[in-house]
């Protein structure tokens, strides 16, 4: 047994979950209302004790595991739900190594040296003559002394050793100050402090702790204007957000996360009541950030400067990005990398745009009461590109509406939900007014065209995996994805082709697989490495072995049977397997819905409250659903053969 089932033996999930919120029994179920998101009429939170999970039917539409519970609830990523969790129940978790112990304690260090500078930092803006214009110039862009402490805004002074003589003092070495990121080295040899004669934001991790330091000019004439800490072991621009740490809670609250681009920005909404700002930094969003994010929220809102929005950019691609800290803030927005990293992480990603020549601050510190209003209104990344190129193209010219075209076009095919992708090309054909059919790619018919003919009956295939538990028909599925990340493509375009949403964490039940597949879904994602390696780095270490016992089950079953996924037949029967693995979502889904329909109208007998929209939306869902088993049905229908060896068992 693993570590993560033991504790599922060892914490009731009802017990867990009761303990935030208020369950009433429904038969062998339990309801009340999600903690996520507001909600005050029908209870439509369940707990199921006998599969061990939980499924918000509301705003949500969520579910899953004690882990996943708490996870989402605390913000914790897996390794720390693990570690807590473990904590609670006495389960021993795998020892650490020594060589991660002393990994470790060489952090901790690095971390002590960067609190010790942040103090120094602080001392020199607020207790220093030469501090005091800095802290003038803080004032007079609405900083409050509040803010200033809450955020632990410094000041490096102008001389090259003052850091670095301070803190040599206190007992850390050169190499150490090295490894923190705080000095540079010379050329010539020994080192000099990296931030001089600037403002100080310190920059910290989700749970707080001390990651390394953003700097702003004092000095108009200084460049760059903006100089972050180097990577070192705790500091990645890519994986950190500035105020994320204080802005938790408010973006749990809000269901919403603000991303604005300066440091002031953030400090400035926080300061007006608006807490969920963060900003990435100058760096390009990365999709790690916002994974970061959407452990708290999957509603995410770009707020753009109107010079970093104009058509320009638009054409040159929009990631809210620049390119390197060591030069002047060159913010682009790539639509493109957005509505992907929107698929792929099921989130909603949007953009507002801020009155010209205004930054976030000066727009809250104007009209804080109209910041809401203006998040309001902030719309989709296609409808955001689409207004932004149809306002500056006469559409009425055929070569405009070509051009508007060959702009959103590939936009809006990759964009994941099948139903979004149908509807934006249909608002796009309005707006070109042209035939809708002259917008599908690579001339495709539109749906009731030309139909395949059916598959003709073949000799038994090659391999033969039969529909099992469904713990082992998940093993065997993630099994094959760690053994050939590349196979997800295969099945993503099956599924497209039954107009369902691509494989995702949704198909694995569980949260331990559900985080191995994000690593694969990860490990495709990027460039650098191959994806069977990649996956490896971005596992979790707790799941490590997990996941390569699931390697290793599909190596055993490749020495007695033929697993070639060069040949067509075996290729077939292994995408049928997935199809069976979506069914079995479908059919779940489908049996938790219906117990929510009648827990609804169960719930209006007692009460007598209207529950006609709640039962509407159900309704629909069952509807989708239930076309949804429908298409898959026919799917596997087709393919010939299902007596099989047996997948390897949990």
Request: hydrophobic content about 40%.
């Amino acid at each position: 047994m693993s570590v993560v089932d033991d504790i599922k033996d060892r914490l009731d999930i009802v017990e867990l979950i009761g303990q935030s919120v208020k369950l009433r029994k429904a038969g062998k179920n339990y309801t009340g209302f999600c903690p996520f998101h507001p909600n005050t009429r029908t209870p439509a939170f369940v707990v199921f004790p006998d599969t061990g999970n939980w499924r918000c039917f509301g705003a949500c539409n969520e579910g899953g595991d004690i882990f996943k519970f708490v996870m989402k609830k605390e913000g914790w990523d897996f390794p720390e739900a693990l570690r807590r969790l473990a904590e609670r129940t006495g389960v021993e978790l795998p020892a650490r190594t020594q060589a991660q112990e002393a990994a470790d304690e060489s952090h901790s260090r690095l971390r002590e040296a960067l609190e010790a500078a942040a103090a120094f930092y602080r001392h020199h803006l607020r207790q220093t003559a030469a501090g005091e214009p800095i802290l003038e110039y803080l004032h007079k862009r609405q900083v409050n002394d509040s803010a200033l402490d809450s955020f632990e805004i410094g000041y490096a002074p102008p001389t090259w050793d003052a850091g670095l003589l301070h803190l040599k003092e206190r007992g850390y070495s050169e190499q150490e100050l090295l490894d923190a990121g705080l000095v540079s080295e010379r050329e010539s040899g020994g080192v000099y402090d990296r931030f001089r004669h600037r403002i100080l934001f310190p920059i910290r991790d989700a749970r707080g702790r001390m990651a390394g330091f953003g700097a702003r000019i004092v000095d108009p004439n200084d460049v760059p204007k903006f100089l972050n800490s180097p990577q070192t072991p705790l500091f990645d621009k890519g994986r950190l957000l500035f105020g994320l740490d204080k802005a938790r809670q408010a973006i749990r609250a809000a269901d919403q996360a603000v991303i604005v681009e300066g440091y002031l920005d953030v400090i400035a909404l926080h300061q007006a009541g608006y807490a969920n700002a963060v900003s990435p930094m100058g760096t390009a969003l990365s999709e790690d950030q916002l994974r970061l994010l959407k452990r708290y929220t999957r509603r995410i809102v770009l707020a753009l400067d109107a010079d970093a929005a104009g058509d320009k950019a638009t054409l040159r691609g929009l990631t809210l990005a620049r390119e390197a800290m060591d030069r002047q803030p060159d913010p682009v927005f790539d639509a493109r990398g957005l509505v992907r990293h929107e698929g792929r992480l099921d989130a909603e990603l949007r953009v507002i745009t801020l009155p010209p020549g205004k930054d976030p601050d000066e727009v809250v510190a104007a009209d804080p009461e109209g910041w809401p209003a203006l998040v309001g209104r902030a719309q989709s990344v296609v409808d955001y590109v689409l207004d932004v190129m149809t306002a500056d193209h006469d559409v009425a010219d055929p070569k405009a509406k070509a051009e508007v075209a060959r702009t959103l076009l590939p936009l809006i095919e990759d964009v994941a939900d099948p139903v979004e992708r149908e509807a934006y090309r249909q608002k796009l054909a309005r707006r070109l007014q042209v035939d809708e059919r002259a917008l599908r790619p690579g001339g495709a018919q539109p749906a009731g065209g030309r139909r395949r003919k059916p598959a003709t009956p073949t000799e038994a295939p090659v391999l033969q995996v039969p529909e099992a538990s469904e713990a082992r028909i998940e093993r065997f599925c993630l099994g094959l994805l760690l053994r050939s990340p590349e196979i997800a493509y295969r099945v993503d375009r099956q599924l497209a082709e039954l107009d369902l949403d691509r494989l995702g964490p949704q198909d694995f039940t569980g949260t331990e697989r559900q985080v191995i597949f994000q690593a694969v879904r990860g490990a495709l994602a990027q460039d650098d490495q191959d994806p069977g390696e990649s996956w490896r780095q971005q596992v979790p270490e707790a799941l490590t072995a997990y996941a390569q016992s699931m390697v290793d089950d599909i190596q055993a079953l490749s020495l007695v049977t033929s697993m070639d996924l060069g040949q067509p037949k075996v290729l077939e029967e292994v995408l049928a397997r997935f199809l069976q693995l979506r069914k079995r979502v479908l059919d779940s889904d489908l049996q938790q819905i219906q117990f929510q329909l009648l827990t609804a109208q169960d719930e209006a007998r007692e009460t007598g409250a209207e529950t006609a929209e709640e039962k509407a939306l159900l309704a629909g869902r069952v509807r989708k659903l239930a076309g949804q088993k429908a298409r898959l049905e026919q799917a596997l229908a087709r393919r010939q053969g299902s007596a099989s060896p047996t997948p390897p068992s949990s």
